[in-house]
């Protein structure tokens, strides 16, 4: 079994309601097991600012699934909930990122994993600290103090899930 960690978020049609419904595909799916959820925050738009602000989360389950496999099964709960993405680093509905893989680095055409700007957004790594805080990160820091180098000035918490 391997730890898996996902970023989750939303700008679009209900966000609160669309992770919550992720949430729950999650919770449901037979290959996913120990599924636990971070806080879900609100945050301002990284890349253009023209569109909503987003609600964010993050979840990690345990699963014997390969990264590819499990990549599908993340966009199957994305095309579910109909994904719209209008333009590159536009508004979703619905947005389901693999973070980490346990230790490993993933680069193929479909997924680089870690990801590659999670070090950088407070929207990943605050609610990445609700869950594992000290988990060591690939560049030698905790996942705390990975999070107290970023502004964070934009995240709001809106509700424990
Ligand atoms: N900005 C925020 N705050 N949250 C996101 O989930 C998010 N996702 C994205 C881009 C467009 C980079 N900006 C984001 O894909």
Known sequence: MIQVYIGL???LENPIAQLDRAIESLKAHKDLHQVRISSIYGSKPVGPQDQPDYINAAATFMTE???LTLLD???NIEQAQRRVRERHW?????DLDLLLYGQETIQNSRLTVPHAFMLERGFVMQPLSDLA???????GKTVTEQLHQLDTSDLVFI???
């Open 73 to 75: 099964l993340l966009q």
């Open 9 to 11: 978020g939303s700008n």
């Open 90 to 94: 536009g508004p979703r509905t619905l």
């Open 159 to 161: 509700k424990e899930e």
């Open 65 to 67: 699934l390969s990264p």
């Open 133 to 139: 805080p000290d988990m060591l990160l690939a560049n």
